[in-house]
C-alpha cells in the first residue's frame, strides 16, 4: 500500500470527519501492531498546525478493555481523539469519559493501512444520510425481526430505546463514532431477543469457517455451534462471564466502499448487511457495562420494523439509487 494513500486516508479522517483546527491537541492512542498507522495521524494533524500527541501502549487482551489510567488521562485532556488500535476502546469509560469532557472521538479498532486508502475516501455525506434515516426508524419501532437465508429468525424489542447514526462527521464535541464509519445501530431492550442468530459474514475479526449459530431466550446466548469461529466466541463469554452473553446491539451497514473482509470495523459498515453484538451497550442507551463487545455479521437480511420491510435480502427498501445493495 502507498504510503501517499494511507496519509491521504489519515488527513480525510482528521479534516472531514473531525473537523480538526489548528492550536488543538489531538491525541493518537494506538499500540505496536498500529504504531506505522498512529504515526500518520501524528504527522496530519502536525502539517495541519494541531497539537499532536502520540500514546503508545500494550495491546489490550480483547475489545473493550479499559487502557491504562496514563492513557485515559490522554484522552480526557485532548479536543480530539483518534485510536487505530488492534482491540477495540469504543466500549469503555476512559473513552466515555473523554467524551463528557468535550472531546471529538473517531475509534479505528482492527484498521489497516489498506482500509485507511482504500475505505476512508468515502462519500461520508451520503453515508451520513442512510445512517440519520435508519437511526430514526430504530427510535420509532418498538420491534425487530431478523431473518435470512442462512436460518437466522429472531426478534427483539427496542421500545423506549434511542437509534444512532454513526456517520462519520463527529464534529461537536462530546461526538464519537468508528472510522470508517457507516451504520445505524440501536441497544435492543435487555431480556426480550428470542430466536436463533446465524453469523455467516464475520466474527472475532476473521470470515467463519462455517456459519454459527447462537440461539437466543431471554436476551441472552444460550448455546453457540459452528466450529473453530463458534468455540472461540463460547470462551470468550464464559472468560468474561455475567452479562457477556446479552445481546447488546442491532446495527445495519450504511457504508457502500466497505466490504467483508474479516475486519470488524470494515464489515459492520458493509452496507445492506446488519450485524448483532453480544455484550456491552452502556454507550447506547443500555444497561450492561462489560469489558467485551463481540459484533457479528449476518449476510443478505430481511429485516422488519414493526412489520414494515426496512431490508429485504440485504437491499435497502425504498433508497433507490442510493448503491443499496450489500458490498
Same mark, same amino acid.
Given at each position: 500500500m502507498d504510503a501517499g494513500d494511507v496519509m491521504a486516508g489519515a488527513r480525510r479522517a482528521l479534516q472531514v470527519c473531525l473537523g480538526v483546527k489548528p492550536g488543538e491537541v489531538v491525541?493518537? $492512542?494506538?499500540?505496536?501492531? /498500529?504504531?506505522?498507522?498512529?504515526?500518520?495521524f501524528r504527522l496530519a494533524a502536525r502539517e495541519m498546525g494541531a497539537e499532536p500527541v502520540l500514546v503508545l501502549m500494550e495491546v489490550r487482551n480483547r475489545d473493550g478493555e479499559e487502557p491504562p489510567p496514563a492513557v485515559a488521562a490522554a484522552m480526557a485532556h485532548a479536543h480530539v481523539v483518534v485510536m487505530p488500535t488492534t482491540f477495540s476502546l469504543s466500549h469503555t469509560s476512559?473513552?466515555?469519559?473523554?467524551?463528557? /469532557?468535550?472531546?471529538?472521538?473517531?475509534?479505528?479498532?482492527? =484498521?489497516?493501512?489498506?482500509?485507511?486508502?482504500?475505505?476512508?475516501?468515502?462519500?461520508?455525506?451520503? $453515508?451520513?444520510?442512510?445512517?440519520? %434515516?435508519?437511526?430514526?426508524?430504530?427510535?420509532?419501532?418498538?420491534?425487530?425481526?431478523i431473518v435470512s437465508a442462512g436460518g437466522t429468525d429472531v426478534t427483539m424489542s427496542?421500545?423506549? /430505546?434511542?437509534?444512532?447514526?454513526?456517520?462519520?462527521?463527529?464534529?461537536?464535541? &462530546?461526538? +464519537?463514532?468508528?472510522?470508517?464509519?457507516?451504520?445505524?445501530? =440501536?441497544?435492543p431492550v435487555e431480556g426480550t431477543a428470542e430466536g436463533v442468530v446465524v453469523i455467516d459474514g464475520s466474527l472475532l475479526d476473521e470470515r467463519v469457517d462455517q456459519p454459527v449459530r447462537i440461539w437466543l431466550e431471554g436476551g441472552r446466548a444460550v448455546r453457540i455451534e459452528g466450529g473453530r469461529v463458534a468455540a472461540e466466541l463460547r470462551r470468550l463469554l464464559e472468560e468474561v462471564g455475567e452479562g457477556a452473553a446479552n445481546l447488546a446491539e442491532l446495527g445495519i451497514g450504511t457504508n457502500d466502499?466497505?466490504?467483508?473482509? &474479516?475486519? %470488524?470495523?470494515?464489515?459492520?459498515? %458493509?452496507?445492506?448487511? %446488519?450485524? $448483532?453484538? +453480544?455484550?456491552?451497550?452502556?454507550?447506547?442507551?443500555?444497561?450492561?457495562? $462489560?469489558?467485551?463487545?463481540?459484533? &457479528?455479521?449476518?449476510m443478505t437480511p430481511t429485516l422488519f420494523l414493526d412489520g414494515e420491510v426496512i431490508l429485504r435480502d440485504g437491499v435497502l427498501a425504498g433508497m433507490s439509487g442510493w448503491r443499496e445493495r450489500a458490498g
Open positions: 491525541a493518537v $492512542v494506538c499500540d505496536a501492531p /498500529r504504531r506505522e498507522l498512529g504515526e500518520a476512559a473513552r466515555r469519559e473523554a467524551c463528557a /469532557r468535550g472531546a471529538r472521538v473517531a475509534s479505528m479498532p482492527g =484498521i489497516t493501512a489498506d482500509m485507511m486508502a482504500r475505505v476512508l475516501p468515502a462519500d461520508y455525506h451520503l $453515508v451520513a444520510r442512510r445512517a440519520t %434515516v435508519l437511526a430514526d426508524l430504530l427510535t420509532r419501532a418498538g420491534r425487530a425481526r427496542l421500545a423506549g /430505546r434511542v437509534g444512532h447514526a454513526d456517520t462519520g462527521l463527529y464534529l461537536t464535541p &462530546g461526538s +464519537f463514532g468508528n472510522l470508517p464509519a457507516g451504520e445505524a445501530y =440501536i441497544a466502499l466497505a466490504t467483508v473482509s &474479516g475486519n %470488524v470495523l470494515e464489515d459492520e459498515k %458493509v452496507l445492506g448487511t %446488519v450485524h $448483532v453484538a +453480544f455484550g456491552d451497550n452502556a454507550s447506547m442507551g443500555g444497561h450492561v457495562q $462489560v469489558p467485551l463487545h463481540v459484533d &457479528g455479521i449476518i
